[in-house]
């Protein structure tokens, strides 16, 4: 079995700063994409950003230049700066990994249990 665990959400000030991680555990052979989504009030889950196993990265417009994101191969762990944050990045942040549990298996999506930001004006 394989969870992702996030940390590090909460109340800021706008113009301030968070940052979000996330750890996978447990029946972990391979972690191919990982990425940060997050659904706001109302609205549809969105990408943030993602980082392939080898680095390369993808943020939304909105975040760029404001977030960065990063991972830790050897930790199985992904992380999310994020500076400069507005009211309008109030959201629950989700954790997405593809992970390979066991040799030979395919990818499995998973997702973390969400924690929220929130942006005060």
């Known amino acids: 079995q394989v969870q992702l665990v996030e940390s590090g959400g909460g109340l800021v000030q706008a113009g301030g700063s968070l940052r979000l991680s996330c750890a996978a555990s447990?029946?972990?052979?391979?972690?191919?994409?990982m990425a940060w989504y997050r659904q706001a009030p109302g609205k549809q889950r969105e990408l943030v950003a993602h980082?392939?196993?080898?680095?390369?990265?993808f943020r939304a417009d909105s975040v760029k230049g404001r977030f960065s994101i990063s991972r830790d191969n050897a930790k199985n762990t992904v992380n999310l700066q994020m500076n400069n944050l507005k009211p309008e990045d109030t959201a629950v942040y989700y954790c997405?990994?593809?992970?390979?549990?066991?040799?030979?298996?395919?990818?499995?999506?998973?997702w973390g249990q969400g924690t929220q930001v929130t942006v005060s004006s």
């Open positions: 447990g029946s972990v052979f391979s972690i191919g994409v």
């Open positions: 980082i392939t196993s080898g680095s390369s990265t």
């Open positions: 997405h990994a593809n992970i390979i549990s066991t040799y030979g298996s395919p990818y499995v999506n998973y």
